[in-house]
């Protein structure tokens, strides 16, 4: 069984500092990860997503995300956070890269302050 | 990109009527449509995966007979929320593989949900 645990349900940064964010998996197969990012009222945008390539991932709006193996994690980072960027964040996990339903997080919402 | 559309947006019923959801992908064809709900600041839970041609799965703890699931082609899967009844008030998004020429998937791509409420 796969599964994913977000820590913090809730994370606030200034504008222009770092965002962590944030996700530990649970996999007994060689995970495929993913980041999606959810706006009020909205579906779901793919930020990234880790399919067994490179380890770190670049996505869209400056986010990427490490996957680390001996950690069983793939945090999200971005340098400087922007307003735009408050939203809720979901990690997920997959037993390949799309043919599968996702199992997600239960998602970091998070809140930035000018 | 690819783009999948679910329609309506949002719907508001009375309890005991049903509601039809509809999921379309619009420039791929998906034999597989899987359906999620999102309750208020919770995350995407998996209802059922829909296929084409044939039945639905429906995850454990999801009446079959309450959510009705038909894929009638390779670009629309439809869900109707029977005899709905306020605890149905929920977000329910949906979403498609897109195929690759070489086989499998490449990536899901959601749609917008639709919000129900059932008063």
């Known amino acids: 069984a796969q599964s994913v645990t977000q820590l913090g349900s809730h994370v606030s940064v200034s504008e222009g500092a770092l965002v962590l964010l944030r996700c530990n998996y649970s996999?007994?197969?060689?995970?495929?990860l993913f980041w999606y990012v959810q706006y009020p009222n909205q579906g779901l945008q793919l930020l990234l997503k880790?399919?067994?390539?490179?380890?770190l991932v670049k996505g869209i709006n400056g986010f990427e995300a490490e996957f680390k193996k001996s950690e069983t994690s793939f945090h999200l980072t971005k340098p400087s956070a922007h307003m735009s960027d408050a939203a809720e964040y979901f990690c997920?996990?997959?037993?390949?890269?799309?043919?599968?339903?996702?199992?997600f997080g239960k998602g970091t919402r998070l809140s930035v302050i000018a | 990109g690819a783009v999948v559309s679910q329609h309506p947006s949002w719907v508001i019923c009375k309890s005991g009527t049903s509601v039809k959801i509809e999921c379309r992908s619009l420039d791929f064809q998906a034999t597989t449509m899987f359906w999620y709900r999102q309750f208020p600041k919770q995350s995407l839970m998996l209802m059922a995966t829909s296929n084409e041609g044939s039945k639905a799965t429906y995850e454990q703890g999801v009446e079959k007979d309450k959510f009705l699931i038909n894929h009638a082609s390779l670009t629309l899967s439809t869900l109707t929320v029977t005899s709905a009844h306020p605890e149905d008030s929920s977000f329910y998004i949906c979403?498609?593989?897109?195929?690759?020429?070489?086989?499998?998937?490449?990536?899901?791509?959601f749609g917008p949900g639709t919000r129900l409420t059932v008063l």
């Open positions: 880790y399919t067994s390539a490179a380890t």
């Open positions: 997920a996990v997959s037993k390949n890269s799309g043919n599968t339903p996702l199992v």
């Open positions: 996999s007994s197969v060689p995970p495929y």
């Open positions: 979403s498609a593989p897109r195929p690759m020429t070489s086989g499998g998937a490449d990536e899901q791509f």
